[in-house]
């Protein structure tokens, strides 16, 4: 719907600035968000819309700039202020209390909560939520135990309870599958139907052109174009103006020759009858798989819902876990026997790299230079390691050239991890693991967090890679990249391999029916 | 002797050994469930004990001795607090420092008082009722200090704030997961600072126990480590108040057992056994729960700075 030229915008925001050490972060945005609106924001990784949507809630205060709320002057110097103005955040990285239950994370964002016994007030208003907005949840389990789209349920409704007007999502849709996200836009649209107000950030152009009433592009921290749905959006005119360039087509068409290569390629990862154990129920293993070869220059994609043993699969392949039974070779041996084991590192002299699921914990040290990470892998071996002493140029040297080829946006070498975009601290991940030609490629949610164009770059390094004559295992929930990207596609359902096909002739519907666990 | 009678008397004895120690643990257990650890309990509880006797000395009074006790324990913690959370250094090294300065502290303020018996002493009194039940009454309400109830009614309470109050919730959030407490409109540090502070508070109680009521008088050895048995009860009860209790009482039953048995054990190996019990706790903590479920607030000693990624 088009805003009235009447309208009041709700906020309003003039001239933000902010600075960061060694970047500008923001450099003078403005934006107006009116009610009754979704507000897309687009940018490349590292231009600026986390930093955007912290300063809206109050979690960044702005070096200079000003905003306005419905008229009104708004000063935030915390997100205490925000949520009274009826502002609410959905971040990147989510703001919940893993080890509490999902009643007690709501409870904690719910001033009127009585102070004994805090939960017992809110069930009524939960189930209300969940009527009103279908958003069932269930107020007892962990949030640890809960799928990034149940995550995310409950932060929504933490806004809602506090009578958010305003909802802020950071990249809401990079860990939903596509059915949830589907169910996530239902919600906004109703929300949004009710006057209130919604601003969303995203690299997935197909979801803007279908969600968004109007249209903001940062690059560098600066607004460089506005569309509004009125106008009409195009995902070809989105992407250009995001990264100031025409893109190359996605994902080019692989062509036939490539399938005879594989058929001769050598088998370079094989597990057989493979079982891991879940802890206290021996007879439901979390994962076996009785059968399961990757040959150079393959790409065999993993689909499946998460929770279905991926995870465990992606842990003994890489050698971060040993498997209960069975056996995981590499290039036709097992990584490290005979030898003393030595987990991962058997996996990493082997040739097996991991682009890990948890980029933040597992994929980096975030208190380390980029340049340090950039050579973690691989900091035992020539060039970085010279007997027991490391050759911090060789490491210097390697991390200059590894951010120019992988376009990290990061003020230095030196700057810790932890300070980087999310979108570049995968890029620096990919940066590490894709270097020196593995054997064995692991890929869990490659493309996560990153923008249109690195997105494709990453796409054509694993085709790459797997041109080089790597064995690629690629994880993803998104179907799309799966069926795109991959020779055969192996489903998880309950631990088991329970299909296997070729992409070519895969049908999306038959896949979603063996990923639920339906047998074709 | 029958066997109720040494089971009941060393329950009884474990109990008025542990008081102390349910003290200083339940307050490092409500400093550490906010997510800052305070390795200074030593030195709060000697400031505790030393601050406590002299105020009882000079009043007269066992009761202003108890309430400078807690004050005294409360300050060394301030000094923590401040350091620890707002100067945003080490809370560790801070911590140690504290234990430090109070032990050379008490040890200098206490210097007038070395060996001097204090004239009024807390009395022994029993918990109407409760006195009367079955093995339980003299187990545990017989004979013993009202500190002693009173730590025991302080872990009950301890137990209810934290898991059933909104301020035990956003507390306990604070220790896990301070950036979600800030995104939801509440202020981490001053729940930081209370936390910290109430810590202190216990632990100096724990310190005038020890002066005032146990052994009433004042010497430089008094708290002779019990600070640090505190500190891995609260990891061997996994930062819940009430398993601070059982494994109070399971330490003190140890150790009065040890003693009863002095003829046949070298009074050496005593000494050394409250520091060989909590490894051996430790390592049967780690053993049994394995790292993940260990339960240690998941911020447990780490500043916060809003913004900061
Ligand atoms: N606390 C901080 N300290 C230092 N630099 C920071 C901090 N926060 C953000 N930055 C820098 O500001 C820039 C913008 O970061 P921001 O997270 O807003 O990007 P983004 O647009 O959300 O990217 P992505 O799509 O990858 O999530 C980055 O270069 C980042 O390194
Ligand atoms: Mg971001």
């Given at each position: 719907m088009k805003p009235e030229e009447h309208l009041q915008p709700r906020l309003s925001l003039r001239g933000i600035e902010k600075r960061y050490p060694g970047v500008r972060a923001l450099a003078g945005v403005d934006l107006d968000v009116f009610p009754g609106q979704v507000h897309a924001v687009l940018g490349e990784n590292g231009a600026g819309k986390t930093t955007l949507m912290h300063v809206v809630y109050g979690l960044v205060a702005p070096d200079e700039g000003s905003m306005t709320w419905e008229g009104e002057p708004l000063r935030l110097r915390s997100p205490r202020e925000a949520i009274a103005r009826g502002?609410?955040?959905?971040?990147?990285?989510?703001?919940?209390?893993?080890?509490?239950?999902?009643?007690?994370?709501?409870?904690?964002?719910?001033?009127?909560?009585?102070?004994?016994?805090?939960?017992?007030?809110?069930l009524p208003r939960l189930r209300a939520a969940a009527e009103r907005y279908g958003l069932a949840l269930d107020p007892r389990a962990q949030v640890r135990d809960l799928s990034p789209g149940e995550r995310q349920r409950v932060e929504i409704v933490k806004a809602l309870m506090q009578g958010a007007r305003l909802l802020v999502l950071d990249e809401p849709t990079s860990v939903l599958t596509p059915t949830e996200v589907d169910a996530l836009f239902a919600v906004l649209r109703r929300f949004v139907a009710e006057g209130s107000s919604v601003v969303f950030v995203s690299h997935k152009l197909a979801e803007v052109e279908v969600l968004a009433d109007a249209v903001t592009v940062l690059r560098r921290g600066a607004v460089v174009g506005r569309r509004s749905a009125a106008d009409g959006l195009d995902r070809r005119d989105l992407a250009r103006l995001m990264v100031g360039r025409d893109l190359a087509a996605t994902v080019a068409d692989r062509g036939r020759a490539r399938a005879a290569a594989i058929a001769a390629g050598p088998v370079r990862l094989r597990l057989t009858d493979v079982?891991?154990?879940?802890?206290?129920?021996?007879?439901r293993p979390a994962l076996h798989v009785a059968s399961l070869e990757v040959r150079g220059g393959e790409i065999v994609g993993i689909a499946g819902v998460a929770g279905n043993g991926q995870s465990e699969l992606v842990a003994v392949v890489a050698g971060l876990r040993a498997p209960s039974a069975g056996t995981v070779e590499v290039d036709g041996r097992e990584p490290g026997s005979g030898r003393r084991r030595r987990g991962a590192r058997n996996q990493?002299?082997?040739?097996?790299?991991?682009?890990?699921?948890?980029?933040?914990?597992?994929?980096?040290?975030?208190?380390?230079?980029?340049a340090r990470n950039l050579a973690l892998r691989h900091a035992h071996r020539r060039p970085f390691a010279r007997g027991m002493w490391i050759d911090w140029q060789a490491v210097a040297r390697h991390s200059q050239s590894a951010v120019e080829a992988y376009d990290i946006a990061t003020p230095s070498t030196g700057t810790p991890a932890r300070l980087l975009s999310g979108g570049n601290v995968q890029k620096v991940i990919l940066a590490r693991e894709l270097d020196r030609d593995p054997g064995v490629v692991v890929a869990v949610h490659p493309t996560y967090g990153l923008d249109v164009a690195a997105t494709s770059q990453t796409h054509e390094r694993l085709l790459a890679a797997a041109g080089r004559g790597a064995a690629v295992l690629l994880v993803s929930e998104d179907l799309d990249e799966v069926l795109s990207l991959s020779d055969r596609v192996a489903v998880l359902a309950g631990g088991r391999v329970v299909a296997t096909m070729a992409a070519a002739d895969a049908d999306p519907e038959a896949l979603g029916l063996a990923m639920a666990g339906v047998a074709a | 002797m029958d066997v109720d009678v040494l089971v009941v008397a060393t329950v009884a004895r474990a109990l008025a050994f542990a008081t102390p120690l349910l003290w200083a643990?339940?307050?490092?257990?409500?400093?550490?469930?906010?997510?800052?650890?305070?390795?200074?309990?030593?030195?709060?509880?000697?400031?505790?004990?030393?601050?406590?006797?002299?105020?009882?000395?000079?009043?007269?009074?066992?009761?202003?001795?108890?309430?400078?006790?807690?004050?005294?324990?409360?300050?060394?913690?301030?000094?923590?607090?401040?350091?620890?959370?707002?100067?945003?250094?080490?809370?560790?090294?801070?911590?140690l420092s504290l234990t430090m300065l109070g032990l050379g502290l008490s040890a200098l303020i206490g210097r007038a008082w070395v060996g001097r018996p204090l004239p009024d002493p807390m009395r022994t009194v029993?918990?109407?009722?409760?006195?009367?039940?079955?093995?339980?009454?003299?187990?545990?309400?017989?004979?013993?200090?009202?500190?002693?109830?009173?730590?025991?009614?302080?872990?009950?309470?301890?137990?209810?704030?934290?898991?059933?109050?909104?301020?035990?919730?956003?507390?306990?959030?604070?220790?896990?997961?301070?950036?979600?407490?800030?995104?939801?409109?509440?202020?981490?540090?001053?729940?930081?600072?209370?936390?910290?502070?109430?810590?202190?508070?216990?632990?100096?109680?724990?310190?005038?126990?020890?002066?005032?009521?146990?052994?009433?008088?004042?010497?430089?050895?008094?708290?002779?480590?019990?600070?640090?048995?505190?500190?891995?009860?609260?990891?061997?009860?996994?930062?819940?108040?009430?398993?601070?209790?059982?494994?109070?009482?399971?330490?003190?039953a140890c150790f009065t057992l040890a003693f009863r048995l002095q003829t046949v054990f070298p009074p050496e190996l005593l000494t050394m056994l409250p520091y060989a019990f909590t490894v051996l706790a430790l390592v049967f903590t780690a053993w049994r729960r394995g790292r993940h479920a260990f339960g240690a607030p998941e911020a447990l000693g780490r500043p916060y700075l809003r913004g900061e990624r």
């Open positions: 502002i609410g955040l959905v971040a990147q990285h989510f703001h919940l209390v893993e080890r509490h239950t999902v009643a007690e994370n709501l409870a904690l964002g719910f001033p009127d909560a009585p102070f004994w016994r805090p939960t017992r007030s809110l079982r891991v154990d879940a802890p206290g129920r021996a007879q990493v002299d082997a040739g097996v790299a991991l682009v890990p699921e948890d980029r933040t914990k597992v994929g980096v040290v975030g208190d380390l230079s980029v | 643990a339940l307050g490092e257990v409500i400093a550490e469930r906010s997510g800052v650890v305070n390795l200074g309990v030593e030195g709060m509880m000697a400031l505790g004990a030393v601050t406590g006797f002299a105020v009882a000395f000079t009043t007269g009074d066992v009761w202003w001795g108890l309430a400078a006790a807690g004050l005294a324990g409360m300050a060394g913690s301030a000094l923590h607090a401040f350091v620890a959370i707002t100067l945003r250094a080490d809370a560790y090294v801070s911590g029993d918990v109407p009722w409760l006195r009367d039940l079955p093995l339980l009454g003299p187990m545990l309400f017989q004979g013993q200090y009202v500190l002693t109830y009173a730590a025991l009614l302080a872990a009950v309470v301890a137990w209810a704030l934290l898991f059933h109050t909104r301020g035990g919730l956003v507390l306990r959030s604070v220790g896990e997961n301070p950036t979600a407490v800030d995104a939801a409109g509440l202020h981490v540090r001053p729940v930081r600072y209370a936390a910290v502070l109430i810590g202190g508070l216990l632990a100096g109680i724990g310190g005038g126990y020890l002066s005032l009521a146990y052994r009433p008088s004042w010497g430089e050895g008094m708290v002779n480590g019990l600070g640090w048995i505190a500190l891995a009860l609260a990891i061997f009860a996994m930062w819940h108040p009430l398993r601070v209790v059982l494994a109070g009482l399971l330490f003190g």
